[in-house]
């Protein structure tokens, strides 16, 4: 009787600790960026693009990750060797991934090199809230519930090789999305700054988005291309 009433005190001290180190074990980002990526600013660089095995993606942006961050605006990357990408767990979302997360690297491949990729690096650093198949399906849910192409068409922004404000651009995504974008540009085979990725914030759950606690480093112009793909 005399020693049990120590033991509690202890097994608190216990719990505490243990749940603290589960906690940081498991779960250590903040939220993510689900990043879209517009084809032909990818393609008309100095590198260039191949198109997938499966053809020439339709003219959308595509999925280039949802990636794990934190509010400091580090991230981790490559978090669990022991959990690799397994093709055979997402065999019901491939065709869907075709068109919504298409792979342009070379040479030209059927996408499941990029997809393996997005998993390894990013996947894992996640995989106590989402699985494989999770991972994949709430990207691909993510982007269907936000057209951001139709979202920039309606505000007159086309992907016709003309300049728009990169403020115009942020307000056509804000008005459709109810949240502020961050923009990504990268620069044309001959030296023009065009609209290349655009990142959304999602919660660490994956259920929705929400406004980015930290936006990545980097600037645009305040007049961007928008080519055409
Ligand atoms: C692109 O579309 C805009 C809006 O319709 C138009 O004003 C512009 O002239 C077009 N640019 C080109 C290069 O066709
Ligand atoms: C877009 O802006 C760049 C840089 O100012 C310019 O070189 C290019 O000709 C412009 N493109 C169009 C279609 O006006
Ligand atoms: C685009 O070109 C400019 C000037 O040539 C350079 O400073 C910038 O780093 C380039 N941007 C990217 C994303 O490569």
Not at 82 to 100: C, E, T
């Amino acid at each position: 009787m005399k020693k049990q009433s120590k033991n509690p005190l202890l097994l608190i001290k216990f719990l505490t600790l243990h749940s603290l180190l589960v906690l940081s074990a498991s779960q250590d980002f903040d939220f993510f960026y689900l990043v879209q990526q517009w084809p032909g600013s990818y393609c008309d660089t100095k590198h260039g693009c191949c198109y997938p095995s499966t053809g020439k993606p339709v003219s959308d942006f595509g999925i280039h990750g949802l990636w794990p961050n934190r509010n400091d605006g580090s991230y981790p990357s490559n978090c669990d060797s022991s959990n690799p990408f397994d093709a055979s767990k997402i065999s019901d979302l491939v065709s869907q991934m075709r068109s919504d997360w298409p792979t342009l690297s070379c040479p030209s491949n059927d996408g499941l090199t990029f997809w393996g990729h997005e998993w390894d690096k990013h996947g894992t650093c996640s995989e106590s809230v989402l699985d494989q198949h999770s991972y994949f399906s709430t990207a691909l849910n993510l982007k269907t519930e936000i057209n951001i192409l139709r979202a920039l068409e309606d505000a007159g922004i086309h992907p016709n090789g003309s300049n728009y404000s990169l403020s115009s651009i942020k307000d056509a995504i804000k008005r459709a999305s109810g949240h502020t974008p961050w923009i990504e540009c990268n620069n044309d085979s001959s030296g023009n700054s065009q609209l290349y990725q655009i990142y959304l914030c999602v919660d660490s759950s994956g259920l929705g988005f929400i406004e980015c606690p930290v936006f990545p480093n980097g600037k645009c112009g305040a007049s961007i291309e928008f080519p055409m793909f």
